[in-house]
């Protein structure tokens, strides 16, 4: 009799059932991120890695070999979004703009390019100044010095307003070597009158150049650069005149 009881005590027996993982709300990722913050949608990801790992086994005892996996794989991302970073800049200088991503290429170019050209128009009309000579030396070197200084003026504009839209700009003077179309003059001695003539011709070629972006402005609906621009081709056209007027 005890026999039997026994037997049927154990089969009445349920077996042990293991306990079961308590699921974790994976954390929700954004819908949209701001520029500047290239990890924060990767950290995101890595979070419901962890909470999926969670599900998958007792929080009270996760097996170490499949942790140590993670955590690895973990810190390879890190690592390869890092070297992404840095091979991508404007993941870090990218600002946020309403224009298109073709429309800030396009734009950015071109006016890092004019950037280049005022430049090498500003640096041109410093050499002329520097080395003025003739007995109208006091008004022309005046001149031109009037000239150089507002041709400076615009160069951080420019470069601001680049960025403002997006883009990057210039990095080294051989940077502006490259892009510049106005050509230098290493020449050791130039006359007063081809000093102005020249000056008077590179500005109007300036002009020309910057109607021709004001176009590319029009097509992007940038109205902000293209009222810029219309300053300066008032400015370049005044230093024309000028000039003009001094070699007739």
């Given at each position: 009799m005890s026999t039997l009881k026994k037997n049927i005590s154990l089969a009445g027996m349920a077996p042990a059932s293991p306990a079961m993982p308590v699921r974790r709300a994976a954390p929700p990722l954004s819908p949209t991120e701001p520029p500047g913050a290239p990890f924060r949608q990767t950290d995101q990801l890595e979070d419901r890695l962890d909470a999926e790992l969670a599900d998958s086994f007792p929080a009270s005892d996760p097996p170490s070999i499949l942790r140590g996996s993670h955590d690895a794989t973990r810190s390879n991302r890190r690592k390869t979004m890092t070297i992404m970073t840095q091979d991508h800049p404007s993941a870090r200088l990218g600002t946020p703009s309403d224009l298109k991503s073709n429309a800030i290429t396009d734009l950015s170019a071109a006016l890092t390019t004019l950037l280049a050209d005022?430049?090498?128009?500003?640096?041109?009309?410093?050499?002329?100044?520097?080395?003025?000579?003739?007995?109208?030396f006091r008004d022309y070197h005046l001149l031109l010095d009037e000239q150089a200084t507002q041709i400076f003026a615009t160069t951080d504009t420019i470069a601001e307003r680049v960025r403002k839209i997006g883009g990057t700009t210039l990095r080294s003077i051989g940077h502006i070597g490259r892009l510049q179309r106005l050509l230098d003059n290493d020449a050791e001695f130039v006359s007063p009158g081809g000093m102005l003539a020249e000056l008077r011709d590179d500005n109007r070629q300036l002009t020309g150049y910057l109607r021709q972006t004001h176009a590319l402005w029009d097509e992007h609906n940038d109205v902000a650069t293209a009222s810029l621009i219309e300053v300066w081709i008032d400015e370049a056209e005044q230093r024309t005149w000028f000039l003009f007027e001094a070699t007739r």
């Open positions: 005022m430049f090498a128009l500003y640096t041109k009309t410093k050499n002329f100044h520097w080395h003025m000579s003739g007995p109208h």
